[in-house]
């Protein structure tokens, strides 16, 4: 199994500025995920991340609110731009096993905080 | 309706009880599922695995599916405190290679000494 180093592991920002967060894995992958956890919500992906592609966004997620940066296949950035109460969660970095695929692998999170 | 309804707990049991975890999904091109574990400030991590319906244990984890009648389920024999974790079911479609995993919101589960 894959080992993923996320940070930061928590923070808290003010409304309107942008957090960074770090995604770094310890064997190279081709797919690479963002997830986020909102309280009594399912996990929901928010992007997938492919190295020397633009990030492939979901419904209701957009590249202006969340660019992802994936320079190569051991590291990708989420940032969460002009922030509002509401980006207040926790932020998941995944990857799938590499074969066949179905299982995912999660770094322990970030725990935003927006005030 | 969601794809994949979760009793959200909290589930609270004493120290050697056995737990029942349970999940519904109304998406009959689910093929696989899977239960994580997650404990708090961390990130969920995967318990068990199955793509056929019958059971799979793993230790005192047995993992339970009915496609029948789309239900899944995760029963933990001899809780114990470290057990005390939010489980989340999840599932995904044809085998092999990634597809897209639905999961559910989560039980919250405390194992009380």
């Known amino acids: 199994s894959a080992v993923i180093s996320q940070k930061p592991s928590r923070d808290i920002c003010q409304r309107g500025t942008s957090l960074t967060i770090q995604c770094q894995v310890d064997?190279?992958?081709?797919?690479m995920f963002w997830y986020r956890q909102q309280p009594g919500q399912s996990l929901t992906l928010i992007a997938t991340?492919?190295?020397?592609?633009?990030?492939?966004?979901e419904s209701g997620f957009v590249i202006d609110k969340f660019p992802i940066s994936r320079p190569n296949l051991t590291f990708s950035t989420l940032t969460v731009s002009n922030m509002s109460p509401e980006d207040s969660s926790i932020y998941l970095c995944?990857?799938?096993?590499?074969?066949?695929?179905?299982?995912?692998?999660f770094g322990s999170g970030t725990q935003l905080s927006v005030l | 309706q969601k794809e994949v309804e979760q009793d959200p707990g909290p589930l609270s049991v004493p120290e050697g009880a056995i737990v029942s975890l349970n999940c519904t999904y109304s998406?009959?091109?689910?093929?696989?599922f899977m239960w994580y574990r997650q404990y708090s400030r961390k990130g969920p991590e995967l318990l068990m695995y199955?793509?056929?319906?019958g059971n799979k244990e793993d230790g005192r984890f047995t993992a339970q599916v009915d496609k029948s009648s789309k239900y899944i389920s995760l029963f933990i024999r001899d809780s114990q405190p470290s057990d005390s974790a939010t489980y989340l079911c999840?599932?995904?479609?044809?085998?092999?290679?990634?597809?897209?995993?639905?999961f559910g919101t989560g039980t919250k589960l405390q194992v009380i000494p």
């Open positions: 998406n009959s091109a689910f093929q696989y």
């Open positions: 999840a599932m995904g479609g044809e085998p092999g290679g990634y597809q897209k995993v639905t």
């Open positions: 064997s190279q992958v081709t797919m």
């Open positions: 995944s990857v799938p096993e590499e074969a066949p695929g179905e299982k995912l692998f």
């Open positions: 199955t793509y056929s319906s």
């Open positions: 991340a492919n190295q020397g592609s633009e990030a492939t966004y």
